[in-house]
């Protein structure tokens, strides 16, 4: 949501609803159906589908550019610094809000990676086991945190991220140096979903896997 709008994919369309009363305001039809949700910034939206990544005029829907892409299993695009960072393929890529230029392009051997958040010159992106730190102008990794099974995307608080790691029934909740990539402190919590933690205020958010919510101070 953004500017009393609501931004919403169905089918092949990107629809932008008036928040207050679910009028249409504007639709754009795309070349396949939509698999993305969609970001906003810089006054576009941007989301894929299986064949192109699009930048939609936030306020009238018109094509602002689209980029021809390989389709993975797309999470929402990242927007930082005129730059937008979303999976293609195997490899994650930065375009120029603007224009859809090509600022870099990386890739993990044998791994897909997926955005998850940007705080000062860092990029944060995952796999399905490992967190890595990149340089958001380059693209080249600067650190790595490796669990054995699994890792949630990052929540991001001053100088720390946050993560839900392990398997079902040996989960844990780490705190992750956001300059170094080494773990602060762990705590184990068997029953943990596997959705990012949230923050807000001084407190972590964690779902558990009965559907109940456990807050902890960060």
Do not use: C
């Not at 909740?173 to 979903?193: E, F, H, M, N, Y």
Request: hydrophobic letters at 40%; aromatic letters at 12%.
């Amino acid at each position: 949501m953004a500017n009393g709008l609501v931004f919403v994919g169905a089918g092949k369309e990107m629809y932008a609803l008036d928040a207050s009363t679910g009028t249409t305001r504007w639709e754009y039809s795309g070349d396949e159906y939509v698999v993305s949700s969609a970001t906003i910034g810089d006054g576009r939206v941007f989301y894929s589908d299986a064949k192109h990544f699009y930048a939609l005029d936030q306020h009238t829907g018109a094509l602002t550019w689209k980029s021809p892409s390989t389709f993975a299993v797309y999470f929402s695009p990242i927007v930082a610094k005129q730059t937008v960072f979303f999976t293609d393929g195997d490899n994650l890529v930065a375009l120029n809000t603007a224009d859809g230029t090509k600022r870099w392009e990386t890739g993990i051997p044998n791994e897909i990676i997926r955005p998850g958040g940007v705080q000062g010159s860092r990029l944060f992106v995952k796999s399905t086991s490992t967190l890595y730190a990149l340089d958001v102008d380059t693209g080249k990794v600067v650190w790595r945190f490796d669990e054995p099974s699994f890792v949630s995307f990052p929540a991001i608080a001053g100088d720390k991220l946050f993560a839900v790691t392990g398997s079902t029934g040996q989960t844990g909740v780490s705190a992750i140096d956001i300059t170094t990539g080494k773990r602060v402190w762990a705590q184990k919590i068997p029953t943990l979903a596997g959705q990012p933690p949230v923050i807000a205020g001084q407190s972590l958010y964690l779902r558990t896997t009965d559907g109940n919510v456990l807050s902890l101070s960060n």
